[in-house]
Antibody
Framework: EVQLVESGGGLVKPGGSLRLSCAASGFTFSSYSMNWVRQAPGKGLEWVSSISSSSSYIYYADSVKGRFTISRDNAKNSLYLQMNSLRAEDTAVYYC????????????????????WGQGTLVTVSS | DIQMTQSPSSLSASVGDRVTITCRASQSISSYLNWYQQKPGKAPKLLIYAASSLQSGVPSRFSGSGSGTDFTLTISSLQPEDFATYYCQQSYSTPPSTFGPGTKVDIK
C-alpha cells in the first residue's frame, strides 16, 4: 500500500525556518518525481515545488523561489522541503504528492497527475 | 502561466441528482486535465486523469469529458459521500502545475 507521511510542521515566527519531511513507503520511491502542494486555510490548492526521481530537475512556484528548497534522499525514501524566510502568507497545510505519468499516444508525450497524497502537515507563520 | 477557472464556485444538490462541474483553461491544454475530490480535513484524491480516464477504485458514477479549453466533471447520481470540493488541474504546461479554484458541492 502506498503511503506518504508528512512531518515537521508547526508554529514559526516570520523570518524563521522550518524543514518538512515526507516519508514514503509501498512503492519504489526512486522511480517517481515528487511534489509539494500547499493549501492556505479555507483556500484552494497551490503547487509549491517538484523534484524529479534522480533530483536532476527541480522546479518552484514563483511565490517560494529563493526561499524554499526541495530535496530527496532515495536511500531513505524521503522527500524534504526546507523553508526559509517564512512569511505569514506561507501559512498552510503542506502536502507531498507522488507524480504519475501516463503516455499520450496522440501527441507522443507524457501527461502527469498527482495520484497519491500524504495527510498533510500544518505550517503556521505568526508572531 | 495557464490559468484555470471553474464554475460554479459552489452548488447545492440532493442525493440522486446529476451534477456537472465545468473547468476552463486560459489556453488549449489538449487532454492534460485532472480532477480531484477533497473532503474537509482530508487530502485531495485523484478522480479523473487525462480528461476522461477514471482513476482505479473511483466509482463509475464519476466521468470526465472535454478537450482543448473546456472540460466537464459529471457525477451521474450524487451519493452522500460525494459532498466535497472538486478541483481541476492542468498538466499541459508545467511548471507550474495550476489548479482551478474549486467547486464546493453541498447538500440542498
Amino acid at each position: 500500500e502506498v503511503q506518504l507521511v508528512e512531518s515537521g510542521g508547526g508554529l514559526v515566527k516570520p523570518g524563521g525556518s522550518l524543514r518538512l519531511s515526507c516519508a514514503a513507503s509501498g512503492f519504489t520511491f526512486s522511480s517517481y518525481s515528487m511534489n509539494w502542494v500547499r493549501q492556505a486555510p479555507g483556500k484552494g490548492l497551490e503547487w509549491v515545488s517538484s523534484i524529479s526521481s534522480s533530483s536532476s530537475y527541480i522546479y518552484y512556484a514563483d511565490s517560494v523561489k529563493g526561499r524554499f528548497t526541495i530535496s530527496r534522499d532515495n536511500a531513505k525514501n524521503s522527500l524534504y522541503l526546507q523553508m526559509n524566510s517564512l512569511r505569514a502568507e506561507d501559512t498552510a497545510v503542506y502536502y507531498c504528492a507522488r507524480d504519475r505519468a501516463d503516455y499520450d499516444y496522440v501527441w507522443g508525450s507524457y501527461r502527469y497527475q498527482f495520484d497519491y497524497w500524504g495527510q498533510g502537515t500544518l505550517v503556521t507563520v505568526s508572531s | 502561466d495557464i490559468q484555470m477557472t471553474q464554475s460554479p464556485s459552489s452548488l447545492s444538490a440532493s442525493v440522486g441528482d446529476r451534477v456537472t462541474i465545468t473547468c476552463r483553461a486560459s489556453q488549449s491544454i489538449s487532454s492534460y486535465l485532472n480532477w480531484y475530490q477533497q473532503k474537509p480535513g482530508k487530502a485531495p484524491k485523484l478522480l479523473i486523469y487525462a480528461a476522461s480516464s477514471l482513476q482505479s477504485g473511483v466509482p463509475s458514477r464519476f466521468s470526465g469529458s472535454g478537450s482543448g479549453t473546456d472540460f466537464t466533471l459529471t457525477i451521474s447520481s450524487l451519493q452522500p459521500e460525494d459532498f466535497a470540493t472538486y478541483y481541476c488541474q492542468q498538466s499541459y504546461s508545467t511548471p507550474p502545475s495550476t489548479f482551478g479554484p474549486g467547486t464546493k458541492v453541498d447538500i440542498k
